[in-house]
């Protein structure tokens, strides 16, 4: 077991003893008052989160989850995919297993899709769906989502939707889906909101569910059309992982509390505490490197090149400490440091104190 503090996985995330006793409290039935009173407040306080005044639909299942219900509610036939590592890709893999076409636009490793190319794609138009990555957490790269919501909506107005995968972003990092007209934002539990996975998150516009309305290949499970009709009665269409619901209830009170300007501060002062820190060991001769570019870094993620990340996640393990391997195709020459959630810049400093001591040793 990894001691309090020391679990820096890019997902799952650490989870506090408090957040964790929630999950002990009795069960209540997912039809009664008490259960739509939750559900209340737990959407009003997303709805914060994700930037929407729409109600944000939580289901039982995992990031992916979500990301299916928004390739099968919002796209037809044809989909644009801004790829920016493994969890992008995935997001296009996912849409030709659903049977639409995909055309991909692939950044080079920690690098992202130039914004013109984004573009020149939607001028040569075809699409009715883009799906992008917010905080990709394969690679540690933020990408710009608000320009990209421009730019589909100046060159696609209302029949192309943006589809974005916030999984590692929301919690960590400003999102205004309502703003920047988002058409679907999904998350999950385990990441900047630091609860046991289990649950994910869809906000959806008015244009998606437009969409969704005319498809015919929505399956059951994924109907976005029935989270929007539960969503009316604040309930669920199906039965919720109501002990996950208690711990969100908890989580997003304190969320509030922190208030979310300090959260997104101290995700970005734990990322400088990081990128800080990999930039002077380069300089040093240790072997290691940022795999972002400046000025592109995730919020939640670090992702950092070497040749003996299995020999520093060893090291890093028999210190007490659990960080992330690299993703495909950078599995053996990654590895990934999880700073989001409740994560504090103290306890980063900390680690990134052994991993120097890790990386001197090697
Ligand atoms: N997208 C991103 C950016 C992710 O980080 C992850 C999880 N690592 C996923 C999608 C998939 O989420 P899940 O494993 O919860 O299905």
Redesign the pocket.
């Known amino acids: 077991m990894i001691d309090k503090g020391r679990f820096f996985v890019?997902?799952p995330t650490e989870v506090r003893p408090e957040v964790l006793d929630a999950l002990r409290r009795p069960m209540i039935f997912h039809r009664h008052k008490e259960m739509e009173e939750l559900m209340r407040r737990v959407t009003a306080r997303l709805g914060a989160v994700f930037g929407t005044r729409r109600p944000v639909h939580v289901l039982t299942g995992?990031?992916?989850s979500a990301?299916e219900l928004a390739i099968r509610n919002g796209t037809k036939r044809r989909v644009l995919a801004v790829i920016h590592g493994d969890?992008g890709e995935?997001f296009a893999r996912m849409a030709e297993a659903c049977g639409r076409e995909v055309v991909r636009l692939t950044a080079e490793p920690g690098g992202v899709v130039p914004l013109e190319q984004v573009r020149q794609a939607l001028v040569r138009g075809g699409f009715d769906a883009v799906t992008a990555?917010h905080?990709?957490?394969a690679t540690g790269v933020l990408g710009d989502i608000k320009v990209i919501g421009e730019m589909v909506r100046e060159l696609g107005g209302d029949d192309v939707l943006l589809l974005v995968?916030a999984?590692?972003a929301a919690g960590a990092t400003p999102i205004d889906a309502d703003a920047w007209e988002l058409d679907a934002v999904v998350s999950?539990s385990?990441?900047a909101l630091a609860l046991p996975?289990g649950l994910a998150f869809a906000a959806v516009s008015e244009r998606f569910v437009a969409r969704a309305r005319t498809l015919r290949d929505r399956g059951v499970y994924l109907d976005v059309l029935r989270y929007e009709e539960f969503a009316g009665k604040f309930q669920s269409p199906t039965t919720p992982a109501v002990s996950l619901l208690f711990a969100l209830d908890k989580q997003l009170a304190d969320i509030e509390q922190e208030t979310l300007a300090a959260r997104f501060a101290r995700h970005l002062a734990m990322t400088a505490v990081c990128t800080a820190f990999v930039s002077r060991a380069e300089a040093a001769g240790l072997g290691v490197s940022l795999l972002a570019g400046p000025g592109r870094y995730s919020p939640s993620v670090t992702c950092i090149r070497s040749d003996r990340s299995g020999e520093i996640l060893k090291g890093m393990r028999e210190q007490g400490y659990e960080l992330g391997g690299g993703q495909p195709p950078l599995a053996k020459t990654t590895f990934r440091i999880g700073h989001m959630g409740d994560h504090t810049v103290t306890g980063v400093e900390a680690m990134l104190g052994v991993l120097d001591r890790v990386l001197r040793n090697l």
Do not use: I
């Open positions: 890019p997902g995992s990031g992916t990301m969890f995935r990555t905080s990709e957490t995968d999984v590692s999950a385990q990441k996975p």
